[in-house]
């Protein structure tokens, strides 16, 4: 579906990668900021896992594992369930709720944000499909997942793109119901999950996979697109909150 828009987005690509709790304190930010619809590409260095708002992090996370291997767990402002981020692309979309580009209902916004990602794959050789509510597949098999959260009548929304994959990784950092069925597990993942590097049997760079990514949302949504980078505001609140919110163990571990 094509939309008429003349729009301008921000884009920020990050340069490197940053620590989840870097990253969430910035999205949050550009969310309590804004003046203007950004989309954001970063990466996650060390790995991590991010939980949904509503998760209980115990529950959910293999905290002992994450600590000796140095992987950051940090609580999103999103829902949605457990995510391991290690070789990855995530984007980050902010915009008003009522902006004449994507529908106000969440569930046809996930929809219509996905377009842009499925038409940037394309561009690499594969075919994608969108699979409700939030999922992105290819041959079946899920490479990206999104999530949403909305305030104040702004809307944001998270998404991983995987260019490869650590089961073993990432099925020791996240916890699994039983450890007896841990292999199991595993091999039904690999069944159910893949990557962009499985698919087309080669190396995706992270520049390629973003510049086609850029293209499909501008070719789809006729968005105009102006490189940008963080403002000093952003980055003086993504600090603050970074310490107030996303490294206070309250948030961390209510539930």
């Not at 939980?51 to 767990?73: A, H, S, T």
């Not at 594969?126 to 597949?137: G, W």
């Not at 999530?147 to 793109?161: D, S, W, Y």
Request: hydrophobic share 35%; glycine share 6%; with cysteine.
């Amino acid at each position: 579906m094509l939309v008429k828009s003349k729009m301008e987005f921000r884009l920020i690509i990050d340069s490197k990668p940053r620590n989840a709790y870097e990253n969430m304190s910035i999205d949050l930010a550009i969310q309590k900021l804004y003046k203007k619809p950004v989309l954001r590409f970063y990466g996650w260095n060390p790995a991590a896992v991010s939980i949904g708002r509503f998760q209980n992090i115990k529950k959910e996370v293999n905290l002992e594992f994450c600590k000796k291997n140095k992987i950051d767990v940090v609580r999103r402002v999103s829902g949605g369930g457990a995510v391991f981020h290690d070789k990855e692309v995530t984007y980050s979309l902010c915009i008003k709720e009522k902006n004449g580009l994507f529908p106000e209902d969440l569930i046809e916004s996930y929809k219509s944000v996905c377009e842009g990602v499925i038409i940037g794959i394309k561009k690499l050789g594969l075919r994608a499909e969108y699979s409700p509510i939030n999922d992105l597949l290819i041959n079946g098999k899920k490479f990206s997942g999104c999530a949403q959260t909305r305030k104040e009548g702004i809307f944001l929304q998270h998404g991983t793109v995987l260019i490869d994959i650590d089961f073993d990784k990432m099925f020791s950092a996240i916890n699994v119901s039983d450890e007896k069925i841990k292999d199991k597990q595993i091999s039904n993942a690999k069944e159910r999950v893949t990557s962009l590097k499985k698919e087309l049997g080669r190396e995706v760079l992270i520049d390629e996979l973003v510049k086609n990514i850029v293209l499909g949302f501008k070719e789809n949504f006729k968005i105009e697109f102006k490189k940008d980078h963080l403002s000093e505001e952003e980055i003086k609140l993504a600090k603050q909150l970074e310490q107030e919110i996303f490294k206070d163990e309250k948030w961390t571990y209510e539930r």
